[in-house]
Structures are given as structure tokens and as C-alpha cells.
């Protein structure tokens, strides 16, 4: 409050001050005038006159926030040529004036008459002019002036944000810098100290300091540690009039973090961790898990554990979980209770980041004691070998031994084994296993050529504790003996030339042969070719062995001919080289065939000769025209039957109309001649008066309308008929002689079946129509019809 009164009584006396300096201004303007006329040269040497104004003004100010009751006055304006009578007008114009501004016209005096603000708007420009009153003629031109607002202090100090946040390493050095904070002022900054701001610190000590003038805030004390506090609050003022008494001051908060760095080392909370694993575990399971604990966050406290020593380096490893930052412990390979009870292990935990800047606070490292106790468990038996493999001779008799597979139980109880054979791998059952000794036998003799290799997995299993069991897999080879003979190694055919006698043989083979085996190699080649022993001597063809499992065939003479034989079929023997050797008689065919000079073959045939003894050429030119001449007539035949036309006339035995009518009326038997009228049967289409012609073609297609078609399986079957009859009526396309409509709907309930032949595949001869006198008087009229049909038939 004390304040505003003394900051009241400054602004009443800038005001007085500022009217006596306005009243100095307006009798200086009576002394002398504003501009006075001088002569200038000019760049040729002219001269130039100025003219003389004849009023004088100043530059005004007035002091912003004013609010004493009267209107400040602003200053005064008067002209040299006012003469005090009255006869001159003083115009104001510009902006605020008649608003802001107002001018008495007779004495020139301006008044503010509202609070001025210098923060809103610093100057005001104005036009002054003097015109006779009368007339309203200026007198002199308008002139352009500045009212100015003074400033005083009133705005405070605004920092650019309400809070800051900012961020340190911790165990920074003194005078660190932070962050900067600035603030600013609404104030003119030209005038006085309304806008010089000082910056103090509120809060916050003795941790962190401010430099005055530039706001920036620097730590103020060393070692500041992040894990004994982390956050801190500052608060910062900023102060106008230069930090003085009486200044406007503004606050601002700035939140400091503390940032980690890695200057704690990881620390075990115990210096022995005991565990345990069970001899079944598998390895990679996990036995346990060690923790060293590090404050720093981050990679500053990111931790990797190692086995540094132990006697169970090799049977257990360590990883680092660095989502928990744990060391887990894991089976690295199986352990046996039997062979060994526990295991030591020395743990290291270690930062993986070290900041050089503090590694004299120690070694970043710890260790610790890792005891793992062995339990007993319940083991599977165990084979002696990971896998075995036996042999056995093919078309071995059964029972056979092939091997043996052993296990044991390696718990101490030795439990007793029992072995089994998994028959899923042995589908046929070849073999058999003495479920207590592990001998493999076989149950069938086996066939080396249909399966060199048997592969089977045997179980062993503890007799107390079937759950407890082991697998391993037996190769067992199929070993080959001789029981196969060789063969031609493809369907062999050979071709010799027929020649005469005269033509000295060729040293080249009919043809070369080699042998295929299903035996080993050790009891198939090396093959040997031989003729059998009755026709060693054979006069027209020998075998030479090339002693490379291949042979050929040579002629013994020439002189071949197909007329007299065309084909030789020679037996060949075929050995190979096993223990005992196996042979077979194998048949090689020779085609005589005709060949040109150079030896090509031309022709295998024997019929060819035959046929150019017995016929001429012009006896199979004779032949084909014969046949050419019976092709024409049988065509010109089949042409004529074609053009035939059909007589125009049909005979009345022949015009057979079998249009069968149903209806619901039962009528009073075969004397009844009035229940419906025949004629309608004979010649339905006479009733619309329209008789087709039955020697023309219809011109025209005719279309049914669909309307009338009723649905095959309506119940309605007299509408069905009706409408059926009424399309072949109307139908000009119909055949003019018989009309058959088929109709698919037997009916319901029908014991007799259907009664029409309209669509029997047989003729009316293959037809027996007796059956249908034992029908009844209903079937009478229709049996009489075939009947008497077949007996006019007969007669003729």
C-alpha cells in the first residue's frame, strides 16, 4: 500500500513537472519562432530560401497511467499571427484526436482526457492547424507533431515459462552450468530502470546459484550424489529497477534432475547361494539364480556374471536374464548323485560400462560362493553304446542270432532290464529280442536284394517301473550270398545281311552283349559268355568273350538268306564269379535282312519276296481300279435311295393313330357308346376345323406358348393330356400321320403299370398282347384291337 501511495505522488509530480515544462515551451514559442529563414546553396551554386512558419510548436509528453481528476494538460499551441482577438481557430486532427486528445480552438491548449497506456501504444501523430474562424481559411499549412507517453514502472518482470525442467550429471563440479532462464520486461527500456532486471535466487541453496545479470543457473556444491537425492526445486526471481527497493519482480520454478553415471560398483547381498539340481535334469534346464545389486539405473547398472572358478566349471554355465539383471545358473551337461554329490562354483558380477572418470572409487566387480548339491533320481536304463550295428547272411534260416544290445540301470538299485523291439520300425516282424539277455534273432530268411539295410530301435525298460525306459537304434546289415544268375542286361536282338557264299566274312560282331547281376559285386562279375555244350560247334554263329563282362556275336559263314531262313535263335550261357558260381541260358534272336552295297539294312521282311513273285504291277493296278469301281456304284446306290421320294398316299392299314385319351368318367363298359364320342379319337383335329395336309411341309415353325405347359408332375393329369392334345392339335409341324406325344406321368397308384408301347424299343412281332384278355371287360375293345391284328397278320 505504501508503495502505491508513493509511486501516486511520483506520478503527480512528473505531471506538474511536465505542465511547467509545457508552459516554459509555449512562452519560448512566443519569444521566437519554431523555424527561422536562412539561405542555402545548392550543388550549381543556387540559391535557396526557406520559408518563415509563422506558429510555433514542440514535441509534448505525457505521463502514462494518470488518474488524478482533472484532464492533463499536454501542451499548448500558438501562432505569431494570433493576435489574442480571437479571430484564429486551432484545428486539431490525427490519431486519438476528439477521442483521446482535445484542443481548446481559441487558446491552443491540448488535454489528454483519458488514461494512456505506453505498453499499448508509445506515440501518438497529430496534425495542427490554424484557419480564421469566420471563413474557416487556414492561415498557415497544417503541421505534423509527436505526443509521446512517458513510461513509468509499471509492468513486472514475465519469465518466458512458468516452470523449467532441466538435467545434471550428478558429481558435477561447482559452477556447472544447468540451464538459462531469461525474463523480460514490459517496460521501456530506454527510459530509467523500468526494464533492467536482476535474477536472484529463492529456493534452492546452497545446491545450485544464478548469475544476476545473465539468469544462468550453475551447480553451487560438489559431489552431489543421485542416489542420495535425485530431484530438486528452484526457484528464481527476476527484478526490475536494477534490483532496487521499489522494483516489480517476477518467480519463476525450475525442476533439476540429477542424470546417472556409473560410479557404484555391483555388490553380492550374500556371500553363498545354495542350490540344487537333480541327476535327470537335461542340459540347458535351469538349477538357480544370483542377483548383485547395483543403484545406478540405465547401462550404468547394467551387470554380466561369470563362472570365474570351480570344480563344476565344466557341467554348469552361467547367462545373464538382463531384463531382472540376474545370473542364471544352468546344467551345462548331465550329472550322476552315483559319481558325484555337489559342485562349487565362483560367481563374478561385473558392470559392463565403466566411466573412466570414476574408476578410482574401486573395481566395478564382486564375487560370490555358488554351492550345487547333486539329488538322486529315478534314471532311465542307460545302453552300453549310443547305437548299434550287426550283420547277417540273406536267406539265413529263422532264428538266426543277428546280435545282442545291452543296458543297465545306473541308479543303485540295479533294477533288472527287460528288452522289447519297437514294431513300428520293424512293420514286417523280421526279428525277434529275448526280452531279458537283448539277443536279436531273425523270424524269416531275408532277401539282400530286396533290402540291404534293416533299421529298428529296441526298448529297455526297469521291471519295477515301466515309465522308466530307454531307446536305441540297430543297423543291421543283410550280407549277400550267390543266389542270383546273370542276366542279357537288355532285350538283345542281333541283324546279319544275307549275301552269298563268295563274300568274305566281316570281322565285326552281329552284335555285343553284356550281363546284369542283383548279387554284390563280390559274387556278380567278373561275367563269362559261352555257347552251351550240344551246340559248341554251332556252324553259324560263335560267342567271343572280350574278358571286360561283355562278348560278341560272329558269323561262322555267309551265304544267308531270307527264303530259306529268316530267323536264328541262339542260346548263350552266361557265368559269373561267385562262390559257388551261377549260370544262365539266355536266347539271343538273329533276323536275317536285306541290305544295299555298303551294308545298310533295308528291309527284315521274308513276305516282301513272296510278294513280288506272285503278282505283276499290272495285276495291282487291275485290283485297285476294281476297287475304285465298287466304291462308285455303292455310292451312286446310297444316292438314289436319298432322292426317293415317300408316297403321298399312306395306306389305311397303315394309318395307326395311338392317341390315348384319359378321363375320370367310368363309363358303362364296352356297350357304351354315348359316354364319349369316338370320332374325337379318329380325327381330333377336325374338331377346331383344321385338317393338316398331310402331302405338304409346314412354311413355318410353330411355337408352343408356354402357358399351356403344365408342370410334369402336376396332379391334374386330365388338364396335362388336354393340353397336350390341344398343342398337337394347333402344332402345323406335327407330323401329319401318327401323333405320339409322350407322357412321362404314370399316375399314382397305378397297379398295372403303364399300358403304352409308344415307347418300346421293340416292334409290334416281338410284342406278346395275350396277357391282356385276362385284364378284364375294360381292357377288351384293346385287346381285341392286337388281337385281331395279329390274327388279320396271320391270315395274310
Same mark, same amino acid.
Given at each position: 500500500?505504501?508503495?502505491?501511495?508513493?509511486?501516486?505522488?511520483?506520478?503527480?509530480?512528473?505531471?506538474?513537472l511536465c505542465?511547467?515544462?509545457?508552459?516554459?515551451?509555449?512562452?519560448?514559442?512566443?519569444?521566437?519562432?519554431?523555424?527561422?529563414?536562412?539561405?542555402?546553396?545548392?550543388?550549381?551554386?543556387?540559391?535557396?530560401?526557406?520559408?518563415?512558419?509563422?506558429?510555433?510548436w514542440?514535441?509534448?509528453?505525457?505521463?502514462?497511467?494518470?488518474?488524478?481528476?482533472d484532464p492533463?494538460?499536454v501542451?499548448?499551441?500558438?501562432?505569431?499571427?494570433?493576435?489574442?482577438?480571437?479571430?484564429?481557430?486551432?484545428?486539431?486532427?490525427?490519431?486519438?484526436?476528439?477521442?483521446?486528445?482535445?484542443?481548446?480552438?481559441?487558446?491552443?491548449?491540448?488535454?489528454a482526457?483519458?488514461?494512456?497506456?505506453?505498453?499499448?501504444?508509445?506515440?501518438?501523430?497529430l496534425?495542427?492547424?490554424?484557419?480564421?474562424?469566420?471563413?474557416?481559411?487556414?492561415?498557415?499549412?497544417?503541421?505534423?507533431?509527436?505526443?509521446?507517453?512517458?513510461?513509468?514502472?509499471?509492468?513486472?518482470?514475465?519469465?518466458?515459462?512458468?516452470?523449467?525442467?532441466?538435467n545434471?550429471?550428478?558429481?558435477?563440479?561447482?559452477?556447472?552450468?544447468?540451464?538459462?532462464?531469461?525474463a523480460?520486461?514490459?517496460?521501456?527500456?530506454?527510459?530509467?530502470?523500468?526494464?533492467?532486471l536482476?535474477?536472484?535466487?529463492?529456493?534452492?541453496?546452497?545446491?545450485?546459484?544464478?548469475?544476476?545479470?545473465?539468469?544462468?543457473?550453475?551447480?553451487?556444491?560438489?559431489?552431489?550424489?543421485?542416489?542420495?537425492?535425485?530431484?530438486?526445486?528452484?526457484?528464481?526471481?527476476?527484478?526490475?529497477?536494477?534490483?532496487?527497493?521499489?522494483?516489480?519482480?517476477?518467480?519463476?520454478?525450475?525442476?533439476i534432475?540429477?542424470?546417472?553415471?556409473?560410479?557404484?560398483?555391483p555388490?553380492?547381498?550374500?556371500?553363498?547361494?545354495?542350490?540344487?539340481?537333480?541327476?535327470?535334469?537335461?542340459?540347458?534346464?535351469?538349477?538357480g539364480?544370483?542377483?548383485?545389486?547395483?543403484?545406478?539405473?540405465?547401462?550404468?547398472?547394467?551387470?554380466?556374471?561369470?563362472?570365474?572358478?570351480?570344480?563344476?566349471?565344466?557341467?554348469?554355465?552361467?547367462?545373464?536374464?538382463?531384463?531382472?539383471?540376474?545370473?542364471?545358473?544352468?546344467?551345462?551337461k548331465?550329472?550322476?548323485?552315483?559319481?558325484?554329490?555337489?559342485?562349487?562354483?565362483?560367481?563374478e558380477?561385473?558392470?559392463?560400462?565403466?566411466?573412466?572418470?570414476?574408476?578410482?572409487?574401486?573395481?566395478?566387480?564382486?564375487?560370490?560362493?555358488?554351492?550345487?548339491?547333486?539329488?538322486?533320481?529315478?534314471?532311465?536304463?542307460?545302453?552300453?553304446?549310443?547305437?548299434?550295428?550287426?550283420?547277417v547272411?540273406?536267406?539265413?534260416?529263422?532264428?538266426?542270432v543277428?546280435?545282442?544290445?545291452?543296458?543297465?540301470?545306473?541308479?543303485?538299485a540295479?533294477?533288472?532290464?527287460?528288452?522289447?523291439?519297437?514294431?513300428?520300425?520293424?512293420?514286417?516282424?523280421?526279428?525277434?529280442?529275448?526280452?531279458?539277455?537283448g539277443?536279436?534273432?531273425?523270424?524269416?530268411?531275408?532277401?539282400?536284394?530286396?533290402?540291404?539295410?534293416?533299421?529298428?530301435?529296441?526298448?529297455?525298460?526297469?521291471?519295477?517301473n515301466?515309465?522308466?525306459?530307454?531307446?536305441?537304434?540297430?543297423?543291421?546289415?543283410?550280407?549277400?550270398?550267390?543266389?542270383?544268375a546273370?542276366?542279357?542286361?537288355?532285350?538283345?536282338?542281333?541283324f546279319?545281311?544275307?549275301?552269298?557264299?563268295?563274300?568274305?566274312?566281316?570281322n565285326?560282331?552281329?552284335?555285343?552283349?553284356?550281363?546284369?547281376?542283383?548279387?554284390?559285386?563280390?559274387?556278380?562279375?567278373?561275367f563269362i559268355?559261352?555257347?552251351?555244350?550240344?551246340?559248341?560247334?554251332?556252324?553259324?554263329?560263335?560267342?567271343?568273350?572280350?574278358?571286360?563282362?561283355?562278348?560278341?556275336?560272329?558269323?561262322?559263314?555267309?551265304?544267308?538268306?531270307?527264303?530259306?531262313?529268316?530267323?536264328?535263335?541262339?542260346?548263350?550261357?552266361?557265368?559269373?564269379?561267385?562262390?559257388?558260381?551261377?549260370?544262365?541260358?539266355?536266347?539271343?534272336?538273329?533276323?536275317?535282312?536285306?541290305?544295299?552295297v555298303?551294308?545298310?539294312?533295308?528291309?527284315?521282311?521274308?513276305?516282301?519276296?513272296?510278294?513280288?513273285a506272285?503278282?505283276?504291277?499290272?495285276?495291282?493296278?487291275?485290283?485297285? +481300279?476294281?476297287?475304285?469301281?465298287? =466304291?462308285?456304284?455303292?455310292? &451312286?446306290?446310297?444316292?438314289?435311295? /436319298?432322292? @426317293? #421320294?415317300?408316297?403321298?398316299?399312306?395306306?389305311?392299314e397303315?394309318?395307326?393313330?395311338?392317341?390315348?385319351?384319359?378321363?375320370?368318367?367310368?363309363?358303362?363298359?364296352?356297350?357304351?357308346?354315348?359316354?364319349?364320342?369316338?370320332?374325337?379319337?379318329?380325327?381330333?383335329?377336325?374338331?377346331?376345323?383344321?385338317?393338316?395336309?398331310?402331302?405338304?411341309?409346314?412354311?413355318?415353325q410353330?411355337?408352343?406358348?408356354?402357358?399351356?405347359?403344365?408342370?410334369?408332375?402336376?396332379?391334374?393329369?386330365?388338364?396335362?393330356?388336354?393340353?397336350?392334345?390341344?398343342?398337337?392339335d394347333?402344332?402345323?409341324?406335327?407330323?401329319?400321320?401318327?401323333?405320339?406325344?409322350?407322357?412321362?406321368?404314370?399316375?399314382?397308384?397305378?397297379?398295372?403299370g403303364?399300358?403304352?408301347?409308344?415307347?418300346? +424299343?421293340?416292334?409290334?412281332?416281338? =410284342?406278346?398282347?395275350?396277357? &391282356?384278355?385276362?385284364?378284364?371287360? /375294360?381292357? @377288351? #375293345?384293346?385287346?381285341?384291337?392286337?388281337?385281331?391284328?395279329?390274327?388279320?397278320?396271320?391270315?395274310?
Open positions: 500500500m505504501k508503495e502505491h501511495y508513493c509511486l501516486q505522488a511520483a506520478l503527480v509530480c512528473l505531471g506538474v505542465h511547467s515544462q509545457a508552459l516554459t515551451t509555449e512562452r519560448r514559442g512566443h519569444l521566437r519562432p519554431l523555424f527561422h529563414g536562412h539561405h542555402e546553396k545548392g550543388k550549381e551554386g543556387q540559391v535557396l530560401q526557406r520559408s518563415k512558419r509563422g506558429w510555433v514542440n514535441q509534448f509528453f505525457v505521463i502514462e497511467e494518470y488518474t488524478g481528476p492533463v494538460l501542451g499548448r499551441l500558438h501562432s505569431d499571427i494570433d493576435s489574442g482577438d480571437g479571430n484564429i481557430k486551432y484545428i486539431l486532427s490525427g490519431e486519438g484526436a476528439g477521442t483521446i486528445f482535445v484542443i481548446d480552438d481559441k487558446s491552443g491548449n491540448i488535454h482526457t483519458k488514461t494512456l497506456d505506453r505498453e499499448e501504444r508509445a506515440q501518438y501523430t496534425m495542427a492547424q490554424a484557419v480564421d474562424r469566420d471563413t474557416n481559411r487556414p492561415l498557415e499549412p497544417p503541421s505534423e507533431f509527436i505526443v509521446k507517453v512517458q513510461d513509468i514502472n509499471d509492468n513486472p518482470p514475465e519469465f518466458l515459462h512458468e516452470t523449467y525442467h532441466a545434471v550429471p550428478e558429481r558435477s563440479n561447482v559452477g556447472t552450468s544447468v540451464i538459462q532462464v531469461t523480460s520486461d514490459a517496460d521501456d527500456p530506454t527510459y530509467g530502470n523500468s526494464a533492467k536482476v535474477y536472484s535466487i529463492l529456493e534452492g541453496q546452497p545446491y545450485f546459484s544464478v548469475e544476476a545479470q545473465t539468469g544462468i543457473i550453475r551447480t553451487a556444491l560438489p559431489n552431489m550424489d543421485r542416489e542420495a537425492k535425485e530431484e530438486y526445486h528452484v526457484v528464481i526471481q527476476a527484478k526490475d529497477m536494477g534490483g532496487h527497493m521499489g522494483g516489480l519482480s517476477g518467480t519463476t520454478k525450475v525442476t534432475t540429477l542424470t546417472d553415471v556409473n560410479d557404484n560398483p555388490k553380492f547381498p550374500q556371500s553363498v547361494y545354495q542350490m540344487s539340481v537333480s541327476e535327470a535334469a537335461v542340459p540347458g534346464e535351469e538349477v539364480r544370483v542377483k548383485a545389486k547395483d543403484p545406478d539405473i540405465g547401462e550404468n547398472g547394467l551387470v554380466t556374471y561369470n563362472i570365474v572358478d570351480g570344480d563344476g566349471m565344466d557341467l554348469f554355465e552361467i547367462t545373464t536374464d538382463y531384463e531382472t539383471q540376474e545370473g542364471v545358473v544352468k546344467l551345462k548331465p550329472v550322476d548323485f552315483e559319481t558325484k554329490r555337489a559342485y562349487s562354483l565362483k560367481v558380477a561385473a558392470n559392463v560400462h565403466i566411466d573412466p572418470k570414476f574408476i578410482s572409487n574401486g573395481p566395478f566387480k564382486d564375487t560370490v560362493t555358488v554351492k550345487i548339491a547333486v539329488e538322486d533320481a529315478d534314471e532311465p536304463p542307460m545302453f552300453l553304446a549310443p547305437s548299434y550295428i550287426h550283420e547272411q540273406e536267406n539265413a534260416a529263422a532264428g538266426t543277428v546280435g545282442r544290445v545291452h543296458a543297465k540301470d545306473p541308479d543303485a540295479n533294477s533288472p532290464i527287460r528288452y522289447s523291439i519297437d514294431r513300428h520300425t520293424d512293420l514286417d516282424r523280421f526279428f525277434t529280442i529275448n526280452p531279458e539277455d539277443f536279436i534273432k531273425t523270424t524269416k530268411p531275408l532277401d539282400r536284394e530286396e533290402t540291404a539295410w534293416l533299421n529298428i530301435s529296441v526298448f529297455a525298460a526297469e521291471i519295477h515301466r515309465h522308466q525306459e530307454a531307446k536305441v537304434p540297430v543297423a543291421i546289415r543283410v550280407l549277400d550270398v550267390n543266389d542270383n546273370p542276366k542279357f542286361a537288355a532285350p538283345y536282338e542281333g546279319i545281311c544275307e549275301s552269298d557264299q563268295t563274300k568274305p566274312l566281316s565285326q560282331p552281329i552284335v555285343t552283349i553284356s550281363a546284369d547281376d542283383k548279387d554284390d559285386t563280390a559274387n556278380g562279375p567278373r559268355f559261352s555257347l552251351p555244350p550240344e551246340i559248341i560247334h554251332n556252324p553259324n554263329f560263335t560267342v567271343r568273350d572280350n574278358r571286360d563282362n561283355t562278348a560278341g556275336v560272329y558269323a561262322r559263314r555267309g551265304g544267308f538268306s531270307r527264303q530259306k531262313q529268316d530267323l536264328y535263335l541262339l542260346p548263350i550261357v552266361i557265368s559269373d564269379g561267385g562262390i559257388p558260381p551261377m549260370s544262365s541260358t539266355n536266347t539271343l534272336t538273329i533276323k536275317v535282312c536285306g541290305c544295299d555298303h551294308g545298310a539294312l533295308l528291309s527284315c521282311n521274308a513276305e516282301a519276296y513272296i510278294l513280288n506272285g503278282l505283276s504291277t499290272g495285276a495291282l493296278i487291275a485290283i485297285l +481300279a476294281c476297287i475304285v469301281i465298287l =466304291l462308285v456304284i455303292v455310292v &451312286l446306290f446310297v444316292t438314289l435311295r /436319298r432322292q @426317293k #421320294k415317300e408316297p403321298l398316299i399312306v395306306f389305311e397303315e394309318d395307326v393313330r395311338e392317341n390315348i385319351i384319359t378321363y375320370d368318367d367310368e363309363g358303362g363298359g364296352e356297350e357304351d357308346t354315348e359316354a364319349f364320342d369316338i370320332a374325337t379319337l379318329q380325327n381330333p383335329d377336325g374338331i377346331n376345323g383344321f385338317i393338316p395336309r398331310k402331302d405338304i411341309k409346314p412354311e413355318y410353330y411355337m408352343p406358348r408356354p402357358g399351356l405347359r403344365p408342370a410334369p408332375n402336376s396332379v391334374d393329369v386330365d388338364d396335362f393330356i388336354n393340353t397336350r392334345i390341344q398343342e398337337a394347333n402344332d402345323p409341324t406335327a407330323p401329319p400321320y401318327d401323333s405320339i406325344q409322350i407322357y412321362g406321368y404314370e399316375g399314382r397308384g397305378s397297379v398295372a403303364s399300358l403304352s408301347s409308344l415307347e418300346s +424299343a421293340t416292334t409290334d412281332s416281338d =410284342l406278346d398282347y395275350d396277357y &391282356l384278355q385276362n385284364w378284364g371287360p /375294360r381292357f @377288351k #375293345k384293346l385287346a381285341d384291337l392286337y388281337g385281331s391284328k395279329d390274327t388279320f397278320d396271320d391270315d395274310s
